[in-house]
């Protein structure tokens, strides 16, 4: 009965593309539009930084640049970041196996990294894109139903947004004396989130709303299964990944020169990589993060943050290669 409900004469069907298509052509132009202006924003106020502590030091912009470079402890640091993107890589397709195995079915965690690791390739350009990649590709291989899957990553994006926060939070509560007064709004950020959590938990569980038939859309099927005890789990095991990271950058900072604590980096990591999650744009915003929160080393910040988020996005992708063939054997044949 609902899946004749579900369907759409094929007039319908092409007048619903034609207005999708006409509304992302009036939409889209806007977006780029906005993009490039928080691009240019953030270059603009890293290239007035870094010009600003060129002069005091007396130097040019490209040798004041040079000799921050020049100082960089590089060999411990491609140690540090190739350990940390490898443990990353483990930690990452634990969680995906384990959320593909709470709603959908036993998938084994071996036939999961080579999918998850050809999806690095495509979230160079954006994380969410490489989700959906994840999503045509077990579909293609295990004929798993499109929506299944993609309900699973719209799970998993949902989680991950709350666990960056959660963590966020515990940095605040720790060390929020000595951050900068923006992040003073973060306990009513984060109460707002806890309530918005428990109406969205209890709305998918049908405790309130049950007349509503929103819930029932194929994807958010992963919700409507979901136990406070998967978001839960699911906190539990990405932490490790987040918790190595803060100990990872606290290290690498020092090889960049900059001395820096774990509990000071707890707070600000969470933060950074949320930004750095959105599309391409905030990855600029993510990197100029770094010289804002350490105002006293503008040329150390903005290499380590330009070199520490694209070298992580890079290897990855390195990972998806060396997994690549495996992926197309298993695709294709």
């Given amino acids: 009965m609902t899946e004749q409900t579900d369907l759409e004469s094929p007039s319908e069907s092409q007048e619903a593309k034609n207005q999708d298509s006409t509304a992302k052509t009036k939409t889209n132009p806007l977006g780029r539009v906005a993009f490039l202006i928080l691009t240019a924003i953030c270059f603009v106020y890293l290239y007035s930084r870094l010009n600003g502590a060129a002069a005091r030091e007396g130097l040019s912009l490209a040798a004041y640049m040079t000799d921050v470079f020049s100082n960089v402890a590089w060999l411990p640091w491609l140690g540090l970041m190739v350990a940390y993107s490898l443990f990353y890589f483990f930690i990452d397709t634990l969680v995906v196996t384990r959320a593909l195995n709470w709603f959908i079915a036993e998938i084994k965690y071996k036939d999961i990294l080579p999918i998850r690791a050809s999806a690095y390739i495509i979230s160079i350009f954006n994380e969410q894109i490489g989700k959906g990649a994840m999503a045509y590709y077990l579909n293609k291989r295990d004929q798993i139903p499109g929506w299944e899957v993609g309900s699973v990553m719209?799970?998993?994006?949902?989680?991950?947004v709350f666990y960056l926060l959660v963590w966020a939070s515990i940095g605040y509560f720790f060390g929020g004396s000595g951050l900068p007064e923006v992040f003073s709004l973060m306990p009513i950020i984060a109460a707002g989130a806890a309530i918005f959590f428990v109406i969205w938990l209890m709305y998918f569980q049908g405790t309130i709303l049950s007349e509503n038939k929103f819930r029932d859309k194929r994807i958010f099927d992963a919700f409507k299964q979901a136990k406070f005890k998967h978001y839960f789990l699911f906190l539990l095991l990405r932490s490790p990944a987040l918790l190595a990271a803060i100990a990872v950058y606290t290290i690498a900072l020092n090889?960049?020169?900059?001395?820096?604590?774990?509990?000071?980096?707890?707070?600000?990591?969470?933060?950074?990589?949320?930004?750095?999650?959105?599309?391409?744009?905030?990855?600029?915003?993510?990197?100029?993060?770094?010289?804002?929160?350490?105002?006293?080393?503008?040329?150390?910040?903005?290499?380590?943050?330009?070199v520490q988020h694209n070298f992580f996005i890079l290897f990855n992708a390195v990972i998806g290669l060396v997994f690549w063939r495996r992926a197309q054997r298993e695709l294709f044949n």
């Fill in 154 to 160: 719209l799970f998993i994006m949902y989680c991950e």
């Fill in 255 to 306: 090889l960049f020169g900059v001395e820096a604590s774990f509990m000071e980096l707890l707070p600000y990591l969470p933060v950074i990589f949320f930004a750095a999650a959105v599309p391409t744009p905030m990855r600029a915003a993510a990197i100029t993060f770094w010289v804002i929160l350490f105002p006293e080393n503008e040329g150390q910040m903005a290499a380590f943050g330009f």
